[in-house]
T-cell receptor
Framework: NAGVTQTPKFQVLKTGQSMTLQCAQD?????MSWYRQDPGMGLRLIHY???????DQGEVPNGYNVSRSTTEDFPLRLLSAAPSQTSVYFC??????????????FGEGSRLTVL | AQSVSQHNHHVILSEAASLELGCNYS??????LFWYVQYPGQHLQLLLK??????LVKGIKGFEAEFIKSKFSFNLRKPSVQWSDTAEYFC????????????FGQGTTLQVKP
């Protein structure tokens, strides 16, 4: 049971480049989300999904795209990277409200630097 | 909008000192509260959670938290810290209108000196 798996762990991009952060979970969780962590700002929600085919915006969605074609996968796309997107990104998942306690299970994080 | 506030941004303690980290949450909806810990270079792990019942919640590694409804608080405590407790600590509440969304505080960095 791998839990939540994120790739890559580290990435350096140039301004304007695009890339995709991958996230996969094997716990059959309905809910998946992406957070970014910046010093002094805690974790801020970028996008989330309550099930396959359903996504919605969080607090800081600009510059990011997501899709949820399967229950297991929830990739985060940076369309045109900017230095302000330099951050550590965490993918997290949980059971639905009906059967779960709301506890989020986190991946190990992806450290992104945009030059 | 619902929010979580952590008062201490950076705490420095010596080993064996007692710890209390403050957390206040905004009023509204069902209150489900969490404390997460992030050790250096690692991902967030759940320390403890409160959903209902006994307001004194015990978690892993000797941590506990007390839910005080009248003060909208959920402070984290440990009677005697160790060097290995050096980490960042996040308080969070479940968004009552959304299935899985958690609202996090800004985090508190704890440095324990040996």
């Amino acid at each position: 049971n791998a839990g939540v798996t994120q790739t890559p762990k580290f990435q350096v991009l140039k301004t304007g480049q695009s890339m995709t952060l991958q996230c996969a979970q094997d716990m059959n969780h309905e809910y998946m989300s992406w957070y970014r962590q910046d010093p002094g700002m805690g974790l801020r929600l970028i996008h989330y999904s309550v099930g396959a085919g359903i996504t919605d915006q969080g607090e800081v969605p600009n510059g990011y795209n997501v899709s949820r074609s399967t229950t297991e996968d929830f990739p985060l796309r940076l369309l045109s990277a900017a230095p302000s997107q330099t951050s550590v990104y965490f993918c997290a998942s949980s059971y639905s409200r009906e059967i779960g306690t709301g506890e989020l299970f986190f991946g190990e994080g992806s450290r992104l630097t945009v030059l | 909008a619902q929010s979580v506030s952590q008062h201490n941004h950076h705490v420095i303690l010596s080993e064996a000192a007692s710890l209390e980290l403050g957390c206040n949450y905004s009023y509204g909806g069902t209150v489900n509260l969490f404390w997460y810990v992030q050790y250096p270079g690692q991902h967030l792990q759940l320390l403890l959670k409160y959903f209902s019942g006994d307001p004194l919640v015990k978690g892993i590694k000797g941590f506990e938290a007390e839910f005080i409804k009248s003060k909208f608080s959920f402070n984290l405590r440990k009677p005697s810290v160790q060097w290995s407790d050096t980490a960042e600590y996040f308080c969070a509440r479940r968004n009552s209108s959304n299935t899985g969304k958690l609202i996090f505080g800004q985090g508190t960095t704890l440095q324990v000196k040996p």
